[in-house]
Protein backbone atom coordinates (compact mmCIF):
# COMPACT_ATOMS: atom_id res chain seq x y z
CA UNK A 1 0.00 0.00 0.00
CA UNK A 2 1.14 3.85 -0.81
CA UNK A 3 3.31 5.55 2.28
CA UNK A 4 0.59 7.63 4.33
CA UNK A 5 3.13 10.19 4.67
CA UNK A 6 2.69 11.04 0.88
CA UNK A 7 -0.64 12.85 1.62
CA UNK A 8 -2.20 15.86 3.10
CA UNK A 9 -5.40 16.16 5.06
CA UNK A 10 -8.55 17.16 2.75
CA UNK A 11 -8.04 20.98 1.67
CA UNK A 12 -10.25 23.20 3.50
CA UNK A 13 -13.54 24.53 2.24
CA UNK A 14 -12.70 25.36 -1.21
CA UNK A 15 -13.05 28.92 -3.06
CA UNK A 16 -16.51 30.33 -4.30
CA UNK A 17 -15.29 29.43 -8.17
CA UNK A 18 -14.62 25.94 -6.74
CA UNK A 19 -17.17 23.24 -8.28
CA UNK A 20 -16.08 20.38 -7.09
CA UNK A 21 -18.51 18.55 -5.12
CA UNK A 22 -15.71 15.95 -3.24
CA UNK A 23 -12.99 16.95 -1.20
CA UNK A 24 -9.63 16.84 -2.63
CA UNK A 25 -6.30 15.26 -0.84
CA UNK A 26 -3.17 16.21 -1.71
CA UNK A 27 -0.67 13.69 -2.63
CA UNK A 28 2.67 12.55 -3.95
CA UNK A 29 2.45 9.46 -5.70
CA UNK A 30 3.22 8.71 -9.30
CA UNK A 31 0.96 6.98 -11.76
CA UNK A 32 1.43 6.08 -15.59
CA UNK A 33 -0.86 7.05 -18.08
CA UNK A 34 -1.94 6.31 -21.87
CA UNK A 35 -4.55 7.33 -24.17
CA UNK A 36 -5.42 4.07 -25.71
CA UNK A 37 -5.77 0.84 -24.74
CA UNK A 38 -3.23 -0.05 -27.75
CA UNK A 39 -0.62 1.81 -26.09
CA UNK A 40 2.63 0.95 -26.74
CA UNK A 41 4.17 3.81 -24.40
CA UNK A 42 2.71 5.31 -21.06
CA UNK A 43 3.72 8.23 -19.82
CA UNK A 44 4.44 9.00 -15.93
CA UNK A 45 2.78 11.78 -14.27
CA UNK A 46 3.05 12.89 -10.41
CA UNK A 47 -0.39 13.54 -8.95
CA UNK A 48 -0.63 16.82 -7.70
CA UNK A 49 -4.27 15.92 -5.78
CA UNK A 50 -7.03 13.40 -6.23
CA UNK A 51 -10.95 13.05 -4.76
CA UNK A 52 -13.12 10.52 -5.68
CA UNK A 53 -14.39 11.82 -8.81
CA UNK A 54 -11.18 13.25 -10.06
CA UNK A 55 -7.27 13.97 -10.13
CA UNK A 56 -4.99 16.60 -10.96
CA UNK A 57 -1.59 15.62 -12.77
CA UNK A 58 1.35 16.92 -13.65
CA UNK A 59 2.95 15.62 -17.12
CA UNK A 60 5.86 16.15 -19.55
CA UNK A 61 3.27 15.38 -21.98
CA UNK A 62 0.27 17.60 -22.74
CA UNK A 63 -3.26 15.74 -23.36
CA UNK A 64 -5.96 17.91 -25.50
CA UNK A 65 -8.60 18.28 -23.02
CA UNK A 66 -11.56 16.12 -23.74
CA UNK A 67 -9.02 13.09 -23.96
CA UNK A 68 -10.01 10.18 -22.28
CA UNK A 69 -7.23 8.44 -20.64
CA UNK A 70 -5.97 5.15 -18.67
CA UNK A 71 -4.47 6.17 -15.46
CA UNK A 72 -2.81 3.16 -13.65
CA UNK A 73 -1.43 3.21 -9.76
CA UNK A 74 1.38 0.76 -9.93
CA UNK A 75 3.46 -0.36 -6.90
CA UNK A 76 6.08 -2.89 -6.59
CA UNK A 77 5.22 -3.85 -10.66
CA UNK A 78 1.81 -4.51 -9.23
CA UNK A 79 -1.11 -2.59 -10.91
CA UNK A 80 -3.17 -1.47 -7.67
CA UNK A 81 -5.43 0.72 -9.91
CA UNK A 82 -6.46 1.18 -13.41
CA UNK A 83 -9.20 3.91 -14.07
CA UNK A 84 -10.50 6.04 -17.19
CA UNK A 85 -9.95 9.48 -16.84
CA UNK A 86 -11.54 12.06 -18.85
CA UNK A 87 -9.46 15.42 -19.46
CA UNK A 88 -11.42 18.78 -18.74
CA UNK A 89 -8.44 21.15 -18.84
CA UNK A 90 -4.68 21.55 -19.67
CA UNK A 91 -2.56 24.46 -18.59
CA UNK A 92 1.34 24.36 -19.17
CA UNK A 93 3.05 24.47 -15.97
CA UNK A 94 7.07 25.09 -17.23
CA UNK A 95 8.70 24.53 -20.38
CA UNK A 96 8.39 21.05 -20.06
CA UNK A 97 5.38 20.44 -18.19
CA UNK A 98 1.65 19.99 -17.90
CA UNK A 99 -1.15 20.46 -15.30
CA UNK A 100 -3.56 18.41 -16.33
CA UNK A 101 -7.38 18.32 -14.50
CA UNK A 102 -9.62 15.34 -15.10
CA UNK A 103 -12.76 13.05 -13.92
CA UNK A 104 -12.91 9.57 -13.27
CA UNK A 105 -15.35 7.91 -15.47
CA UNK A 106 -16.56 6.06 -12.22
CA UNK A 107 -16.49 7.40 -9.01
CA UNK A 108 -13.23 5.99 -6.66
CA UNK A 109 -14.48 3.95 -3.62
CA UNK A 110 -13.43 4.47 -0.21
CA UNK A 111 -11.03 1.23 -0.72
CA UNK A 112 -9.58 2.68 -3.82
CA UNK A 113 -9.37 6.12 -2.48
CA UNK A 114 -7.02 4.74 0.26
CA UNK A 115 -4.46 3.34 -2.22
CA UNK A 116 -3.40 7.54 -2.47
CA UNK A 117 -3.03 7.85 1.08
Same mark, same amino acid.
Given at each position: ?9 PTTAPAA????? &? ?15 ? +? ?11 ? +? &? ?10 PSGATLT ?47
Open positions: MADPSNLSEDDRRA &TPRCRCSLDVTCTNSPS +ALAACLASVRDVS +A &TGIGLVTSQPFVELILEDQVLLSRPLRIKHVRKEGPTSWFLGGSFTTRLSKKEMKLFL
